[in-house]
Each structure stands twice: as C-alpha cells, then as structure tokens.
C-alpha cells in the first residue's frame, strides 16, 4: 500500500492525491515505486485537478472525468521520451514531457515549486534509463565485436633464411690524369679564343705554334 504522506510535502491537494494514489497502486507494476506526484492548481476553481506521478519507470497523466466522477489514466515509458522540461508563468509552471513519437504533452497550473521537483525527479529517472541503454548497447557491441577463438592453434614457426655475409666490393679511387703543358696551353687558348679575347686568325696560328712545339 502507498503510503500518502509523502506525496504531501509541497502543499498537494490531499483529495486528488488520495484518488490517484488509490488507482496507481494497483496499476504499478513488479519492482515499480512512485517517486513524486504533483496536482495541478488552477487559478479560479480547482475542484476537477490533472495529475502527474512519476515512477522509476514510467510518467503518469492523471485526469478526472465525468465531473469528477472518474479517472483517465494515461502513461508514457521512459523509453519512449526524448526529453523533459518545465517553464515557469505567472499561475504555476507548464510541464513539458517529449516523446520521441508524436506531439509534446503539455500540463499547465502546476505549483512552481512541485513543477521544480517533478521536472527533477523525471529528469533523473529519464538519464538513469538512458545511461542503462548506453551500457547495455555497449555491451552488446563487445560481443559482437570480440567473438571468442575456442580450440586456436598456434601456427608453426617459421625459420628466416640466414643472410650469407658478403664482403664489401672495394673500388678502387679513380686516379685523376694529370694534365700535360701542351694541354694545358691548348685549353686556355680555347678559353681566349672563347672569349673572344683573340681572333680566329690569331687563335689558328698560336694554335699551331704549340702542336709544333712537340
């Protein structure tokens, strides 16, 4: 049985909370605890007020009907929530909840200070379940991702071929031609020549002077 007082701490209206509470406690299911509950207060009359419970795994619209005569009981599973959030207005606060599917469900005239605490308590369960499906899904890639090798057998060493040693070739220096004085002449009256710093005429006939020299 739940008990009422707690769900009494923030100046809920005892009447809505008593109904709810008689209706949620058979609809609870194993290992399900109703965390918060907050009643709508509306501004002029408040005799007919909606109602939002949170449990560990779902939220809870509470509306009455038939003139308070009734019930309407709807829920939404944690899984199928994008995001909760609150916005606080002149009467109350506005208590958003997203699904992932379908329009946002909108509940205005919840007392600021229940509208705090309920968006808190959703908020905490809506994370608790998202980090529960990261690790979940974590797991399940490890899995898939590492399978297991029952039974492996080694593979056989391989023996590396032994490197003959081979002695380095030894080349011997190229030993530069020194050259000769007729050369040498020869090679700088080119360059004269090249430089146009003497004729054809004189370069023919200097030329000749030194092949006749030898």
């Known amino acids: 049985m739940i008990l009422i007082d707690r769900f009494l701490s923030d100046e809920q209206d005892p009447k809505a909370v008593e109904k709810v509470l008689g209706k949620l406690n058979d609809m609870l299911s194993t290992n399900e605890e109703l965390i918060y509950m907050a009643v709508q207060k509306k501004p002029a009359v408040n005799l007919l007020p909606d109602c939002i419970a949170v449990s560990n795994k779902r939220i809870f619209y509470c509306e009455p009907g038939n003139f308070g005569i009734t019930m ?3 829920d939404i599973s944690w899984k ?5 959030s609150f916005k606080e207005e002149i009467f109350g606060s506005k208590f958003i ?3 992932l599917h379908g329009e946002n469900i909108i509940t205005e005239y919840i007392p600021k200070v229940q509208a705090r605490k309920l968006y808190q308590a959703a908020y905490e369960q809506l994370e608790s379940f998202k980090e529960q499906q990261r690790q ?3 797991e399940e890639r490890r899995s898939t991702t590492s399978p297991v090798t029952v039974n492996a057998v080694a593979p056989e060493p391989v023996e590396e071929p032994v490197a003959l040693f081979t002695p ?15 050369t040498l ?5 080119k360059s004269l020549y090249d430089k146009h710093l003497i004729t054809q005429e004189e370069y023919e006939a200097k030329k000749a002077d030194i092949l006749d020299s030898l």
């Open 72 to 74: 309407n009981f709807k």
């Open 80 to 84: 199928s929530i994008k995001e909760v």
């Open 97 to 99: 909840c997203v699904p």
């Open 136 to 138: 979940t899904d974590l």
């Open 168 to 182: 380095p070739v030894v080349t011997p220096a190229a030993v530069e031609e020194v050259e000769d004085e007729t």
């Open 185 to 189: 002449k020869l090679r700088k009256l």
